[in-house]
């Protein structure tokens, strides 16, 4: 499965991820700063735009204004009666189609003494141009008593009403500019009437509501007060103002919103529009009414053309990376194959079969440096395998010689026990443990003549197979010997000149030669450099002191000296070697004589096989694990009990 | 085993220390052939601090007689004690090689 867990899985990865991070970051960002650009231009733009709106408006209200101060004026300057009074007002109207009504209100007996009131009124209807008298008109509430009189009147200065609907002109909505004006006399001026021109706002309204901005964007007109004059939410013009609203929806900062713009102030926020979408809103006052009008755009449709741009970018993205990915896999697998092939040449070599075909290296590259080196170290383990097989071949070889030679050596000492069954009057036991295949320890016992036994114990100087070559000789030579002497210091002079002729290596060996009359005990014995044997009999254990004599071979012309002792019914002759008593435990102390005299002290006396089993594992004891360093060799002999023999 | 080796009037003065033992033999051996090889016939060997020696060590100091019996050098050991001792009493080396108490003493030997 080439994908599992691989390095092309890696490589998608790492690249495919990175180049995603990368990418969703720069789109991100270049959303955020389309947004910001965006912002930056709408508020540009919706400036333009309200103020567009703004200058439109003010041009119609200013021009309504001017004519209404020029009557004003016209009035002040010269006196006019009923018909000039009547004939200026009504050319106005005619000259100025943006005005739909206009009339003259005198303050009381203003006009002449014999009227109390008198406020002659021209206005359109049904496109012809009818006439009024107000003061006839509103009989219930007086004219003076109306804001469009009131208030210029105390403000001595042109003034806009909050807009209304004239229902007796055709419910109409309408906005009235009033102009105070007055008479010089002795004491001053003296306010003489207001001038009345009355301005259809539908066409503004229109005007206002026939902007569109994008699909939902709408601008929207208030008044001073905060009353909604023109907005998409037709059933709140003239019904609701800013607050009203604010008030219904319990929002605060709507609330803060009017606020300001009743105030006159101008600002650009984003907010939730009254008709509930997100939006950005342009708002500034009218100068001469101190109307607001604001612009608001949608949000979500200025952004949709950023969102769309953004979206075509994340489809490229994708694809993009797609394809990038796709050029990963395929480059990666290019890189891999040759690894992959290599992988499986190893797992067949791995499995020893070095004979296969390792994959043919065209590239220059690490790969190609890596197949080489492969076909180097795949030469260089068949060669080492080959000679490894061979050392393998040649130590198993010696290995399986000395094991021969080990069988050999062995068969060499007696091993029978007892080995005299016809011989009740001693028994005789030995054991010999080599510490390499093959010892340089050996002991051997023979009958020499019908009573008299000859027994020996001997340990060549150093070990393995130049020592168990030399311990054939002396073994060999010690017998032959041993069987035409017949006397212990004979022996071992004789064996002794033989073996010192031509040692070149100095090879030498230890022996204690014994030889019992099996009738008596008597035991006749000399000593070549061996270890003391010990005595076990009526009077406990003890070592014997055999006088020193040199080793064999080592020095021509040695002399040995016979020595005499008598072993007692039921006593022991206990012989061994130092691979005994210089055991060496793990801390390198030797198991030595002492141990070895209390050991036997402790040792079952009566099967002599016992006793020397004993001794052995007293010694393993002793070494705790720590390897055997020199052969050990044990050889025991025992007069039988009185009465027996 | 650690060998160190000074000249005194003529006479080779080896300090033994350690143990002579399988392990060690080879190489006292192999010191010894080149300093009898390389002329020098006079020896004293301190056993001052030898702790223990096997039968492969006194194999070495017999290869070492034999040699210098050859080359009609001499050797005189000294300093044999304790373990070193008995086993040397034991085997009969005390009555074929030479041994004083002290290094002086062998010394004086050769004069």
Redesign the interface.
């Known amino acids: 499965m080439p994908f599992k867990n691989s390095i092309v899985v890696k490589f998608v990865l790492v690249i495919s991820l990175f180049n995603a991070v990368i990418f969703a970051l720069t789109l991100g960002y270049n959303y955020y700063q389309s947004r910001v650009i965006l912002q930056q231009e709408l508020e540009s733009n919706s400036r333009n735009l309200a103020m567009s709106l703004v200058h439109r408006v003010e041009t119609e209200l200013a021009a309504v204004a001017k004519v209404t101060e020029g009557i004003a004026r016209s009035l002040e300057t010269s006196p006019h009666n009923e018909r000039e009074l009547l004939t200026l007002i009504r050319s106005s109207i005619e000259q100025n189609p943006e005005i739909s009504g206009a009339g003259v209100a005198f303050e009381p007996y203003a006009f002449n003494a014999a009227s109390h009131l008198y406020a002659p009124y021209f206005y359109r209807e049904n496109g012809k141009i009818s006439f009024r008298r107000l003061e006839k008109a509103y009989l219930d509430f007086p004219y003076p008593y109306w804001d469009w009189y009131q208030i210029p009147r105390e403000l001595g200065k042109l003034e806009w009403s909050e807009p209304y609907f004239d229902e007796g002109a055709g419910n109409i909505l309408k906005s009235t500019c009033s102009v105070p004006f007055y008479k010089d006399t002795a004491s001053g001026k003296q306010l003489k009437g207001i001038v009345i021109s009355d301005i259809s706002l539908d066409s503004l309204t229109q005007l206002i509501s026939s902007i569109k901005i994008l699909k939902t964007g709408y601008a929207a007109l208030l008044s001073r007060n905060g009353m909604i004059l023109a907005h998409p939410m037709k059933d709140a013009i003239m019904n609701e103002t800013f607050f009203s609203i604010a008030e219904g929806r319990n929002d605060p900062s709507l609330r803060e919103l009017g606020k300001k713009m009743i105030r006159g102030e101008t600002g650009f926020i984003h907010y939730q529009s009254l008709v509930g979408f997100d939006s950005w809103m342009y708002y500034t006052p009218i100068p001469s009414t101190g109307w607001t009008l604001a612009v608001v755009f949608p949000e979500e449709e200025l952004l949709e053309n950023v969102r769309k741009l953004s979206m075509t970018m994340m489809m490229m993205g994708f694809v993009g990376i797609l394809l990038l990915t796709l050029v990963v896999i395929y480059i990666a697998r290019t890189i891999i194959k040759p690894l992959r092939l290599l992988t499986g040449a190893t797992d067949e070599i791995a499995a020893g079969h070095f004979d296969v075909e390792l994959p043919a290296t065209r590239s220059n590259d690490e790969v190609g440096e890596l197949a080489h080196n492969f076909q180097v170290m795949r030469e260089s383990l068949k060669e080492y395998i080959r000679n490894l097989t061979e050392t393998t071949a040649s130590k198993e070889r010696i290995q399986s010689e000395l094991k021969v030679a080990t069988n050999i050596q062995a068969s060499l000492l007696p091993r029978i026990f007892p080995p005299f069954p016809d011989h009740p009057e001693f028994d005789i036991y030995a054991s010999m443990v080599p510490a390499k295949e093959v010892g340089g320890d050996f002991y051997d016992f023979f009958f020499i003549d019908k009573n008299h036994l000859c027994f020996l114990i001997a340990?060549?100087?150093?070990?393995g197979v130049p020592a168990a070559l030399y311990m054939m000789v002396a073994k060999t030579l010690l017998k032959t010997e041993g069987q035409r002497l017949g006397e212990p210091d004979k022996i071992l002079s004789s064996v002794n000149n033989i073996l010192a002729l031509d040692n070149e290596?100095?090879?030498?060996t230890?022996v204690f030669c014994a030889i019992l009359d099996i009738t008596t005990g008597d035991v006749r014995y000399a000593n070549?450099?061996?270890?003391?044997p010990l005595i076990l009999d009526s009077h406990g254990v003890r070592y014997l002191t055999p006088k020193?004599?040199?080793?064999l071979g080592?020095?021509s012309g040695?002399v040995f000296v016979t020595e005499r002792l008598t072993l007692e019914p039921d006593a022991t002759l206990f012989l061994y070697t130092?691979g005994v008593t210089?055991a060496k435990n793990p801390e390198d102390a030797l198991y030595g004589q002492e141990r070895m005299l209390k050991a036997l002290q402790g040792a079952p006396r009566d099967d002599l096989a016992k006793m020397i089993h004993f001794i052995s594992s007293e010694v393993a004891q002793h070494a705790n694990g720590a390897p055997q360093?020199?052969d050990i060799t044990m050889l025991a002999i025992k007069m039988a009990k009185k009465g027996i023999a | 085993m650690n060998l160190q080796t000074r000249i005194e009037n003529n006479v080779t003065v080896l300090t033994v220390s350690g143990r002579l033992?399988?392990v060690t033999a080879p190489e006292y051996e192999k010191n010894i052939r080149e300093m009898i090889s390389g002329g020098n016939i006079k020896f004293v060997v301190d056993f001052e601090q030898l702790e223990y020696i096997?039968?492969?060590g006194?194999?070495g100091l017999?290869?070492m007689a034999?040699l210098l019996n050859e080359k009609s050098g001499r050797m005189c050991l000294a300093n044999v004690k304790g373990n070193v001792r008995s086993v040397f009493?034991?085997?009969?080396?005390?009555?074929?090689f030479t041994m004083k108490d002290s290094v002086s003493e062998a010394l004086a030997v050769f004069v």
Do not use: I, Q, W, Y
């Not at chain 1, 070549?528 to 003391?532: E, K, L, V």
């Not at chain 2, 009493?89 to 074929?96: A, I, L, Y």
């Open positions: 340990d060549v100087s150093d070990k290596n100095c090879m030498f230890t070549a450099g061996h270890n003391p020193p004599g040199l080793m080592a020095l040695t130092d210089e360093s020199d | 033992d399988t096997s039968s492969a006194l194999r017999l290869v034999k009493d034991m085997c009969g080396f005390t009555s074929v």
